[in-house]
């Protein structure tokens, strides 16, 4: 057996008490968190408007491209380019809501297919385009074909990248804008159905309003809160590990690998516009405020003060993001990725004192295992 | 105030301590292997005493699951949980270099597997994604761990499995979930509502469905970790997948030839579970089982033989737990750090709490 040294016991000790102490030890007796409350909020404010803003986005990129996409272009016209970042921006806003109507019909992946491990998508994309496939011309035809030949990731291919060029024929711009098209509303109709499960009274949201013992998707008050508090958790550890991480060579492969929508350098739109989103969902869509309301006079217990660093930090990492947004290759050049790489450590900390927060005044179980078992 | 190390090393397993019951010291001197991740953030697997102390420890790439142990040279191999692709094999001797291997590219680890008798195939579950089969892959062990062929798990998503004791037939819990590594991370189950699950007995010479045992039609339970008792009582646990009923029995038990039968426990304890069972072990003797809820911070002690609830304990993240040397004794960890023995017949014992959050199963090494 090995005995413990001074030093293991005092870290033992350490240990012990913070296992020992209950979690919350303010002398104020602490309100009720409000789930219901906060549910009702972040569906009006955040979840209802995000998707409305996506399937606005999507209807208006269809409108561009039936306008401009045929035009001779070497790239996108600039009405095209702008609409597209329009949209990117609104999936990036909305992007971090993992749970309900978006994950019926594969339409997470049907939006963006991301990461795509095996390249399906350049792959699928540029046969499609080379043999002028008419099933991707027509929305409902492509809503049945592969996941990596709808959405924003076959969008990035089809406008910025995959053998475009100035010399194209007309027959072959013609397919191209017509796949573009065909992608804009797909995605349009899917956005809309997603909108309307959260929109409609007896859609996703009677569930969602209804959390309880009466309700068969969240039996407990709490596992709306739960669900939003997993959406933050998980969306930030993508911006960090996925979308930033993998792109600068820090991720688990410990090399570079391709960034999101990289062909017509939407990558960092797409990661602010995430940031944009969980900060919108944490303080417009009231867990700040649910954490810690804002006439909570005694801050003892340090609840309100971390609260506040949660949006900070997400702050902190937003403007290190929106800072280089405009770089162009900007996980290549030495200043803009060490911006990148710094905007990690705010994402971490912002991660681990929401979850915190969440676990002791929402009194989630936010487990190792019980959050993420197997 | 001084404290002693006895006092230091009372975990965090509140009820118990708030209770005021007189905590019992447990021997068990033996070996334990599970899977972890550090306050760093880190993936590591280990091998540790009963008192939270390590004998060996190797890095992961990723977050592991199930460890396994050769019944013959006690060396371990950890699995990736889905939908990951690696395993590595350790063992305590420190001057043995861990061996890691993989699937195929279309092939991924369940995060379970099992050593034959002899020691000389790995079996592991594995999903067959492109085709949504399930698979038994075969490793030979003195190769290196090459993957020398698979058999069909006769289901989908198979999870655990054990070897019945005293035959040559592999018990499979096919979990009943689609899954592919493109949709969600490979964790998202793309048939919620008709998870079609079930329990196999499969002959390991021939890859022969010898018997089939489902739950009816497909629903919502997922039937995912199982232990072999006495006389080849299996002892089955299930997890809820989706939309939540906890009056759903969630503990079976089966002997072949016939049907799967609910463990019927008290109503009070079915909410408790929380509509998931984590881990299923069987004591020594093979006369009592144990079972943890992760999600509802449990851990239930039930009788094989009769079905009888014997004990429940609370333990905030309760996950792992092991048979001991010791008869109707397990040893359980958490995702805080406890660990925590368990016995069936005596007061509550001491846990201890390390720096570590200790993943989904622990296992008896020696």
């Given at each position: 057996m090995i005995s413990a040294t001074p030093g293991k016991m005092v870290a033992a000790l350490l240990l012990a008490l913070t296992a020992c102490v209950p979690t919350w030890a303010s002398a104020v007796e602490p309100r009720p968190f409000d789930h219901a409350g906060l549910a009702r909020q972040v569906l009006e404010r955040h979840i209802v408007p995000g998707y409305a803003r996506l399937t606005e986005a999507a209807k208006k990129l269809s409108r561009t491209l039936d306008r401009d996409c045929e035009r001779p272009f070497g790239k996108p016209p600039k009405p095209v380019d702008a609409s597209v970042r329009n949209l990117v921006d609104a999936w990036g806003r909305i992007?971090?809501?993992?749970?309900?109507?978006?994950?019926d019909d594969n339409r997470l992946e049907r939006i963006l297919f991301f990461p795509d491990r095996r390249g399906l998508g350049a792959r699928q994309v540029a046969r499609a385009l080379e043999t002028r496939e008419a099933a991707v011309t027509d929305a409902a035809t492509l809503a049945g074909r592969?996941?990596?030949?709808?959405g924003l990731g076959a969008l990035d291919i089809v406008l910025y990248g995959s053998g475009r060029s100035d010399s194209e024929t007309p027959e072959q711009r013609a397919h191209r804008c017509a796949y573009a098209r065909a992608i804009a509303a797909n995605l349009a109709t899917l956005a809309q159905a997603i909108l309307d499960a959260w929109s409609?009274?007896?859609?996703y949201r009677q569930h969602w309003l209804n959390a309880g013992p009466g309700d068969s998707v969240f039996v407990k008050p709490s596992e709306t809160t739960l669900a939003l508090a997993k959406a933050l958790n998980q969306g930030l550890e993508r911006v960090r590990d996925e979308r930033l991480g993998a792109a600068l060579g820090l991720g688990k492969q410990r090399r570079k690998m391709p960034a999101v929508l990289d062909k017509g350098g939407l990558s960092l739109a797409l990661i602010k516009a995430d940031l944009d989103g969980m900060l919108d969902m944490y303080e417009g869509g009231g867990m700040h405020a649910a954490i810690a309301p804002p006439d909570m006079k005694d801050d003892s217990d340090g609840i309100g003060t971390k609260a506040k660093l949660v949006a900070s930090e997400m702050k902190t990492a937003r403007d290190e993001v929106a800072g280089v947004v405009r770089i162009p290759s900007p996980f290549e050049s030495a200043a803009s990725s060490g911006r990148l790489i710094s905007a990690g450590f705010p994402l971490k900390n912002a991660r681990e004192l929401v979850h915190g927060l969440l676990t002791t005044r929402a009194n989630l179980s936010l487990g190792f295992n019980s959050s993420d078992g197997d | 105030m001084a404290i002693s190390r006895r006092q230091l090393l009372l975990g965090c397993c509140g009820s118990l301590l708030a209770a005021g019951v007189p905590v019992q010291a447990v021997p068990l001197a033996a070996l334990y292997a599970a899977a972890r991740r550090g306050q760093d953030g880190a993936y590591s697997a280990a091998i540790f005493t009963a008192d939270g102390q390590d004998v060996r420890a190797i890095a992961l790439p990723e977050r592991g699951h199930d460890i396994t142990v050769c019944p013959v040279t006690k060396r371990c191999v950890v699995f990736a949980r889905r939908p990951g692709n690696f395993a590595i094999a350790f063992s305590a001797e420190r001057d043995e270099a861990p061996q890691a291997f993989t699937t195929p590219p279309d092939r991924h680890f369940y995060g379970h597997g099992i050593f034959s008798r002899d020691g000389r195939l790995l079996y592991a579950t594995e999903n067959d994604f492109e085709a949504a089969r399930g698979v038994i892959g075969i490793y030979n062990v003195a190769a290196k761990f090459e993957r020398i062929g698979e058999f069909a798990s006769h289901g989908l998503g198979p999870h655990d499995l054990a070897f019945l004791r005293g035959e040559p037939v592999l018990v499979v819990a096919n979990g009943g979930l689609r899954e592919h590594p493109d949709f969600g991370g490979g964790r998202r189950v793309l048939n919620p509502g008709a998870i079609d699950t079930c329990i196999a007995y499969v002959d390991v010479n021939t890859g022969d469905l010898l018997e089939r045992h489902v739950l009816?039609?497909?629903?919502?339970l997922s039937l995912r970790h199982l232990d072999v008792g006495t006389d080849d009582t299996v002892v089955v646990g299930a997890q809820i997948e989706g939309t939540a009923d906890h009056d759903a029995a969630l503990v079976f038990m089966h002997r072949r030839q016939h049907a799967l039968s609910a463990v019927m426990l008290p109503a009070e304890l079915k909410g408790r579970l929380a509509g998931y069972v984590s881990s299923v072990a069987v004591d020594g003797s093979g006369e009592v089982a144990a079972v943890t809820s992760s999600r509802g911070s449990l851990t239930a002690i039930i009788e094989i033989g009769s079905g009888r609830l014997v004990r429940t304990l609370s333990c905030n993240d309760v996950s792992g737990v092991s048979a001991t040397r010791v008869p109707r004794t397990f040893l359980t960890t958490s995702g805080e750090g406890a660990v925590l023995p368990v016995c069936v017949d005596e007061a509550p014992a001491q846990a201890v709490t390390t720096s570590w959050l200790w993943d989904n199963h622990t296992t008896i090494v020696a």
């Open positions: 992007e971090h809501i993992n749970f309900g109507p978006v994950t592969s996941v990596a030949l709808q409609t009274p007896d859609g | 009816g039609k497909p629903g919502v």
